[in-house]
């Protein structure tokens, strides 16, 4: 979305200059990371079509399956390493989204033979898109699916049952989160997992445990102007750990109010809060003082004594 405001010729860059043009519409994934997929340079390859325009129809159905196949092996949302970026898998998810799959497309992706990383993205795409009824008519035939592969690179190998289950049961996904599934919904889903002999309770992560990365550097961005100054190499005002150490001392700040209320209360507390309502008593009386003294000023008083001699 390039700026209309023009300086002597030439664009003012914004942040957002050089975005992939989309619908508009979210598709339910968060802000920060929809922001780095549409700023991103691959995903604006994708978006590009054979005469090079980037708001062209891009790359067709069958040539976004090849990419996941030759390039994916991981399905977080962002990259991993020192990268800051939205991840390959997600970046062709979102075009996915802004592309409308029909229903004979997303069966081939949750059908796929050739990449469980083709499958996983089909079940990403279906847990964004489609509403909460409709979930376990997409998803509940694989809930024994016993394929085997890592949700993260280098992590724990999970089923893609597993990886299902859990994309059903939990909210949050990595360091992201999904759209919310409606109450009435979620519990049919909770119900029938349990009716086929599965836990109900969801082990985040995509079935591999925990809510987010372990190593602490490779967390999500603090904002959108971080992750997209991190994107293109530049220090961003107010990144870094400014955060952490903020948050640090609210928690600290908790922690010694916690200590406070949870001392026992006995006489001492009791006289506090007797001189405590006497002072109160006193300001009361204090201001009521002051209201019945107050005399309002009139101009021909600063003359009475003058005037009287005459």
């Known amino acids: 979305m390039p700026s209309d405001v023009e300086n002597h010729g030439h664009a003012i860059w914004t942040p957002f200059g050089n975005a992939a043009k989309t619908t508009g519409r979210t598709h339910g994934v968060e802000a920060v990371l ?3 997929v549409v700023n991103s340079e691959y995903y604006r390859k994708l978006c590009r079509s054979a005469t090079g325009a980037i708001d062209g129809e891009g790359m067709d159905f069958m040539s976004l399956v090849d990419e996941i196949y030759e390039l994916v092996d991981h399905v977080e949302p962002w990259m991993s390493g ?3 970026g939205a991840s390959t898998g997600f970046c062709v998810l979102f075009r996915f989204c802004e592309k409308e799959l029909s229903d004979k497309e997303i069966w081939h992706l949750l059908r796929h033979g050739d990449s469980p990383y083709i499958r996983a993205i089909g ?3 279906v847990r964004y898109v489609k509403c909460g009824r409709e979930l376990l008519r997409w998803c509940e035939e694989f809930f024994d699916d016993a394929e085997k592969f890592s949700p993260s690179p280098g992590g724990k190998e999970v089923t893609m049952g597993t990886y299902v289950r859990d994309l059903l049961l939990e909210q949050h996904y ?3 989160i999904f759209p919310r599934i409606p109450e009435v919904a979620r519990r049919e889903v909770v119900q029938r997992i ?3 002999g599965y836990s109900d309770r969801g ?3 995509g079935g591999q445990g925990g809510t987010r990365r372990n190593d602490s550097s490779n967390g999500r961005p603090q904002s959108v102007k971080h992750s997209l100054s991190m994107q293109v190499g ?3 005002h107010g990144g870094g750990g400014g955060g952490d150490r903020r948050r640090d001392d609210r928690d600290r700040h908790h922690d010694r109010r916690d200590d406070r209320d949870s001392r026992p209360r006995g006489r001492d507390d009791a006289r506090y809060r007797d001189r405590s309502r006497s002072r109160s008593r006193d300001r009361r009386r204090s201001r009521s003082h002051e209201r019945d003294s107050y005399k309002p000023y009139r101009r021909d008083d600063k003359y009475d004594k003058y005037d009287r001699r005459y």
Do not use: M
Request: hydrophobic content about 35%.
């Open 34 to 36: 929809r922001q780095n």
């Open 82 to 84: 020192n990268a800051r």
């Open 123 to 125: 079940f990403l795409y």
């Open 174 to 176: 990595f360091e992201t």
């Open 194 to 196: 349990k009716n086929l």
């Open 203 to 205: 082990l985040g992560c």
């Open 234 to 236: 530049r220090k961003a």
